[in-house]
């Protein structure tokens, strides 16, 4: 048999055997085959193990008995399927339309796998119920250097309330660098621990998926966990299109104490959930030099999510922006349990107080647009809409829609004790909101806060501010009356609290008139501005006169 360099082997046709093509050698259960006259230089080869080779092996694809010992003894003996022996042999498994039982976890790592079934409702690899796990890539101690892809298949936990195993877990090596990650058209399902990836240096791909775990339950782990604690190359570049969990604890959970960037979603969802996706960046590994390192590029378009607690729980990252999308949560009850998980890397694991769909803790430059919050929980005055820290600078929350039908605690809160950070709401509509609740709880008074500030056209006084933190306040102050020194004090709107608006102690430029008085008097002259009002002047003789002032202010 003459092969050329390159051609892929097909070793589905075990009648080779006859005419002395191959020669087999038992192994296990199952035959190893030799090329006889192999090639001393075997680059480019791939083992094609379909489901004839799969059947060589002893593989059933009845659903009853276990396909697991074939598939792994294939793995074994991979690097001598090949015309020559090779370090990192490829193998393409191709499943057919079939149930396939995997009774023990199979493993690799010093390989290329690709495993490609006839459609994720067609090709259904379950696991035994109490199994170990399905497919683990990789260890810790010896993570895989080659790259590991799942297409057009089912992964399947055989108890139907999940037996606390992990379904796909990778754990790569520092040096597989290119995509070396790739799960497409997929589903795992009744998982407790549907996937964990660790250490993925360079690209993953991971489009039209489905994490749905055993119902009636939430499951205490990510539906996908992904952890980066190496200390060589950082993880970058994970792409998730068309991506669905369900009754997971999180749908993405990252734990990162090293280098990962490039979080990017597209149209994903999470449900009957605590939340969405948690990012805990504490870097920990990075050293005294940037340990104020934050995680960079994380983009959410027209994702969706329906939980228990969070939609979107952040910490250390920056380059945050959420496009669109619908966001509701639910009311705890005895699926959820009723104490809320600690905020990310919190090592005390004390309870929050306060849900909130949108968390940001200690990030940077996060802009949200056109997002859709519903909020229906009668028992949810624990719910902020939105929550910044006050280490959180430049968080920006645009064109936001409220429809509220029941009470939360606010639609923005920006916590206290903020100095220099900087926040802000712009162009919100609040298609329904309960009246006695306050649309904004800004513990310094500081932030931009357009959602207190144009509500108060109602009271005569068109008042809004822009990203920059310019304020402009426009109204008439009504039958002011120049006092015994020919003064008049006239104060600025304030927030609900009492705090004044404008934070420059110098205050605002004010422009004023003057109308309606009953005498004659001269143009009052500006004594004084500061951050809670100014003074006109008007000379004495002018004192008793009332008049109307409208002024315009402008500043921070």
Not at 124 to 135: D, F, Q, T
Not at 179 to 184: D, E, H, Q, V
Not at 327 to 333: E, F, H, V
């Amino acid at each position: 048999m003459t092969l050329a360099v390159g051609q892929p082997i097909e070793l589905s046709d075990v009648q080779s055997l006859v005419n002395g093509r191959l020669s087999p050698t038992g192994v296990g259960s199952g035959l190893l085959f030799t090329v006889t006259g192999a090639p001393s230089a075997a680059t480019g080869y791939e083992i094609v193990a379909d489901e004839h080779l799969m059947r060589a092996y002893g593989a059933t694809f009845d659903g009853s008995h276990d396909d697991s010992g074939a598939i792994q003894a294939i793995i074994n003996a991979s690097r001598t399927l090949t015309p020559a022996p090779i370090a990192l042999p490829t193998i393409l498994f191709r499943f057919p339309a079939c149930g396939s039982l995997i009774a023990n976890r199979i493993t690799s790592g010093a390989h290329n796998i690709s495993i490609t079934g006839a459609g994720q409702q067609n090709t259904v690899l379950e696991m035994i119920s109490g199994g170990a796990g399905g497919w683990q890539h990789g260890t810790q101690s010896a993570p895989a250097t080659g790259y590991f892809q799942f297409s057009n298949a089912m992964l399947q936990d055989g108890n139907p309330h999940g037996s606390g195993s992990i379904g796909i877990e990778i754990n790569a090596a520092p040096s597989n660098f290119p995509n070396c990650l790739t799960t497409t058209d997929f589903t795992l399902f009744k998982w407790a621990r549907p996937m964990v990836v660790r250490n993925v240096p360079r690209g993953w791909e991971c489009r039209n998926g489905c994490f749905f775990g055993p119902d009636y339950s939430v499951q205490q782990y990510g539906a996908i966990d992904v952890v980066s604690n190496n200390t060589g190359h950082g993880c970058f570049s994970y792409t998730f299109a068309n991506v669905m969990t369900v009754n997971y604890f999180w749908g993405w959970r990252y734990n990162v104490a090293w280098q990962l960037e490039g979080q990017v979603f597209y149209s994903c969802r999470s449900y009957s959930g605590w939340g969405m996706v948690q990012a805990n960046v504490s870097p920990s590994a990075l050293g005294s030099d940037i340990a104020d390192y934050q995680s960079p590029l994380w983009y959410f378009t027209d994702c969706d999510w329906q939980g228990y607690g969070y939609g979107y729980d952040l910490k250390n990252v920056r380059n945050v922006r959420i496009r669109g999308g619908y966001l509701i949560s639910n009311a705890l009850d005895n699926t959820s349990g009723s104490v809320l998980p600690p905020a990310p890397g919190d090592t005390t694991n004390t309870p929050r107080t306060r849900r909130a769909y949108v968390s940001l803790i200690d990030c940077a430059d996060v802009v949200s647009d056109g997002l859709c919050c519903d909020f229906s929980d009668a028992n949810g005055g624990d719910t902020s809409i939105f929550y910044t820290d006050n280490k959180t600078n430049g968080a920006r929350f645009r064109g936001t829609s409220f429809l509220a039908a029941t009470n939360p605690y606010t639609a923005f809160e920006y916590q206290a004790g903020g100095t220099s950070n900087r926040a802000g709401d712009f162009d919100s509509v609040f298609l329904l909101w309960p009246s006695g609740v306050q649309r904004v709880q800004d513990g310094s008074n500081n932030q931009m806060v357009q959602s207190l500030l144009r509500p108060l056209a109602g009271q005569g006084i068109h008042a809004d501010v822009n990203e920059n933190g310019t304020m402009t306040v426009a109204t008439v102050a009504m039958n002011q009356v120049i006092d015994s020194n020919g003064n008049i004090a006239v104060p600025f709107p304030t927030r609900s609290n009492g705090a004044p608006f404008f934070q420059s102690p110098s205050g605002p430029t004010v422009t004023h008139d003057q109308q309606n008085a009953l005498v004659q008097v001269g143009y009052g002259s500006q004594v004084s501005v500061t951050n809670t009002g100014f003074v006109l002047n008007f000379g004495k003789s002018s004192a008793g006169t009332q008049m109307n002032i409208p002024y315009i202010a402008k500043g921070e």
